[in-house]
T-cell receptor, first 114, second 113 residues
Framework: ETGVTQSPTHLIKTRGQQVTLRCSSQ?????VSWYQQALGQGPQFIFQ???????GRGNFPPRFSGLQFPNYSSELNVNALELDDSALYLC?????????????FGDGTRLSIL | GENVEQHPSTLSVQEGDSAVIKCTYS??????FPWYKQELGKRPQLIID?????GEKKDQRIAVTLNKTAKHFSLHITETQPEDSAVYFC????????????FGTGTRLLVSP
């Protein structure tokens, strides 16, 4: 069974740039959620994708957007990067979209904004 | 919206002792409570979860208890080992129709040999 994989592992950008992060879900999982984890804090929910549609969103501005593909992999796009966007971005997949399905995380992408 | 508080922020125990981490949540609609272990530089790893129709769940040295009336849930680790050292996060998921987990602020557990 293949777990959740994310790429790249590390990324350095400057303010105002745009970034795309990628996630491959665990085999058999059709739902992907993205979280932002600032240093020393718990993950914060960005949004969730199910059947290629965004079906839930946290308190993040529209410059955070995403996609899910037919193979259930997903992308997180962030435009107009700000210094506060520096964080670990985690992708989690689950076997369904209902609220009590277990979510399994990837290793994350550490994004640094200079 | 949901808010999850977690205590203590740090916990130091001797190997073989028990460790207890406590969380409270604010939204009575929350119905799913997972616990994650995150070692330095690694992914959060799901170690145990409990749903609102169950009061207690156990998996070897790890147990979770839920008190829906008080909106409390706790993680209990018995016979702690140095490899249990990590940051532990509790989370709550509500019944909004999608999977938004709200996480606590984490507990750094240090188990000394």
């Amino acid at each position: 069974e293949t777990g959740v994989t994310q790429s790249p592992t590390h990324l350095i950008k400057t303010r105002g740039q745009q970034v795309t992060l990628r996630c491959s879900s665990q085999s058999g999982h059709n739902t992907v959620s993205w979280y932002q984890q600032a240093l020393g804090q718990g993950p914060q929910f960005i949004f969730q994708y199910y059947r290629e549609e965004e079906n839930g969103r946290g308190n993040f501005p529209p410059r955070f957007s995403g996609l899910q593909f037919p193979n259930y992999s997903s992308e997180l796009n962030v435009n107009a990067l700000e210094l506060d966007d520096s964080a670990l971005y985690l992708c989690a997949s689950s076997p369904g979209a209902s609220s009590n399905q277990p979510q399994h995380f990837g290793d994350g992408t550490r994004l640094s904004i200079l | 919206g949901e808010n999850v508080e977690q205590h203590p922020s740090t916990l130091s125990v001797q190997e073989g002792d028990s460790a207890v981490i406590k969380c409270t949540y604010s939204d009575s609609a929350s119905n799913y409570f997972p616990w994650y272990k995150q070692e330095l530089g690694k992914r959060p790893q799901l170690i145990i979860d409990i749903r609102s129709n169950v009061g207690e769940k156990k998996d070897q040295r790890i147990a979770v208890t839920l008190n829906k009336t008080a909106k409390h849930f706790s993680l209990h680790i018995t016979e702690t080992q140095p490899e249990d050292s990590a940051v532990y996060f509790c989370a709550a998921g509500d019944n909004t129709g999608f999977q938004k987990l709200v996480f606590g602020t984490g507990t750094r557990l240090l188990v000394s040999p």
